[in-house]
């Protein structure tokens, strides 16, 4: 097999892999936005407590009011106001609370990271405070503890064991911790007074009722009286709290990050593992009202505007101005149109990267007058202080902006899956050309494209500057222009077409000849057939059951499991997977290889049929690429798409492999055969002149 074409085959396909990054796996946060103010001086509270129950679900909360007798005193008692959160897929503990302090979903670039951390910085209510402590699981408080005027107090992450018998030990650890730190405030001046300054946040991670929930399951004696303990915690908080400051300008807040199904799994998109509950009590807080359900992502903007901080730049949350109770509605106001801004923001700055284009469309819903409209109305509504309905009015037109935000952060994908797949075509017709032909694949010359090509080279450049593309979004726009290019330095197509049709037209009968069965029909048919089987396979093994089946299949092979991976390592278990499913095809390919009797050529035909095959199956799965769901559906997305490009490449490089292993094999055979005839010759030639002598 020739090299040259094995090297190609891996640059064409590593690019395409990591074409997916570019066109679905990127990150949704905006760089470079200004913070939007709230223009007042005044604001409800002067710090605000954020209490974070890991893994607590809404249903559990509801039905154990015994369990939480403090936090259930304040809803019954109409201290403050009550209701669910619904968090958003997947349901797991660090888009949760990115979620909660930062107000956006998961940033989907996390992917590259092995969903362990986000990959790109984030505004936070953090960045925004003027202080911040935090106490909890490491996992989660290293999320946010990456900042000047932050502190972070976790307990080791061995700590952290879902095969405890009682793990309300976490909790009882960070209600410790913030014990020792309040006492050690009264003899630190300087703590003190950073402590008393405004704009600060504090927040408590506890995990427990999370990690007795995945040991013992949601139903467990554990879990639900791990609430008992997060309750009486913060029953003693509040009154060290309230003893230390002694101002009642202090904000609190109840929540969780995510559910849990009644196995004790999360991450998908259950009613169990999205609603979540909240109470919201003191400084700027109604007092009372009807149960409300809010997003998971409005309480970024709550506790922003609670302390009188600028909203996180990024933030898709909606401010709940129903939950605020401050002393003038003027204020509610201002803080509701500090969020349309932060809003505005982030459509503007999207939109003006992809305004230039002469074939630019707006978002349909919500266009530049819409928004100015929404702008000139609210701003009059704010002169003849009908603050209510300037409320109401941007809460109905909110979740449109951030419609908008989502199409134009997705405006490109249409045009790089487009150019994705093209390149995608090309190749597949490279390697159907070098199926007909595979004398002449080593020959370096047709790397270089040919004057008629510059043209289309010069026009790609243009177009990826005027669409301000970057260097790899630029390549998929090349990549088929390059691929056509060779294609054409291998075959002469339009050489080969040109005469063709020189010859035809110079017949009298031209006509006839080109509708006749020989010339259009059988090639057409031909092309048909081959098309059709294809498609066919590739249908079929992107059939679920397929999949089903393996899985099945795995089941009954428990020698596969005997040495588990016990913590959560997505990219080695990818790696294991992998290794996993090329041992057979190597073995595979040793048989074939020792079948066909080292003919290079039969050899190369059989992996060009692959490529054809798996390329298209490649092509498929890239347009069902997802980017919102759970990290499963993500993820499954992916394995798909990675497994079915890596299959060719597998095939290509084992067969390469297995044909010089064997022919290796039969080298040193031919080797260690001859060395006994040579010796035996020695030997008798020896004899031979001594009984000469």
Known sequence: MSWAFLLASITVHLILIYSIFDVYYTSPLVHGLLPQYINSKEFPAKRIFIFSADGLRYDTFSKHPDMSPYLHSIINNRKGVYGLSRSHVPTESRPGHVAIFAGITEDISAVAKGWKKNPVQFDSVFNRSSNSWMWGSPDIVNLFDDLPNTSSYSYSADEEDFASSDASKLDKWVFDSFEKFIASANTNDDLKAKMNEPRSVFFLHLLG????????????????????????????????????????????????DHGMTDWGSHGAGSDDEVLTPFVAWGAGVKKGGPKQDIHQIDLAPLISVLIGSAIPVNSMGILPVQMMESRNSNYEFKAIEANFRQLKEQISSLKKIKSNRFWFHQFSKFGDKAMDSLRNTLTQLGRDRRFKVANSLFADNAHLMKEAIVYYHRYDRQMLGAAVSCSFISWIALV??????????????????????????????????????????????????????????????????????????????????????????????????????????????????????????????????????????????????????????????????????????????????????????????????????????????????????????????????????????????????????????????????????
């Open 209 to 256: 009722i999370d990690t007795n929930g995945h040991g013992n399951k949601p139903q467990s004696k554990q879990y639900i009286e791990n609430i008992k303990v997060v309750d009486s915690g913060i029953k003693k908080v509040q009154e060290k709290v309230d003893e230390f400051f002694g101002d009642q300008r202090t904000a609190w807040l109840f929540t969780s």
């Open 432 to 693: 159907v050309s070098f199926l007909n032909n595979s004398n002449s694949i080593g020959n370096y010359y047709l790397l270089i494209p040919r004057q008629v090509f510059i043209l289309p080279f010069a026009v790609s450049t243009m177009f990826s500057i005027y669409c301000s593309l970057n260097i790899s979004q630029s390549l998929y726009i090349f990549l088929p222009v390059y691929l056509i290019s060779v294609l054409e330095n291998h075959s002469n197509i339009s050489r080969r077409v040109s005469e063709h049709m020189k010859n035809l037209l110079a017949q009298p009968d031209w006509l006839n000849k080109l509708i006749s069965v020989d010339l259009f029909v059988k090639p057409f048919i031909g092309f048909i057939g081959f098309t059709t089987t294809i498609f066919v396979f590739v249908l079929t093994f992107m059939d679920r059951s397929f999949l089903a089946a393996v899985f099945v299949l795995l089941m009954f092979l428990p020698q596969f499991y005997s040495h588990p991976i016990v913590s959560y390592c997505p990219f080695t278990m990818a790696i294991l997977l992998i290794l996993k499913l090329l041992i057979p095809i190597l073995l595979v390919s040793l048989a074939f290889s020792s079948v066909v009797r080292f003919n290079r050529e039969s050899i190369q035909r059989l992996c060009c049929f692959s490529l054809i095959f798996t390329d298209f199956m490649s092509m498929c799965f890239f347009h069902q690429l997802r980017d919102d769901g759970s990290w499963l559906d993500i993820g499954m997305s992916i394995s798909q798409f990675i497994v079915s490009m890596c299959i060719s490449l597998a095939l290509l490089l084992l067969l390469s492999l297995s044909s010089h292993m064997m022919a290796l094999d039969v080298k040193l055979r031919s080797r260690f055969s001859s060395q006994p005839k040579e010796v035996e010759s020695l030997i008798s030639k020896k004899f031979y002149d001594a009984d000469s002598a």
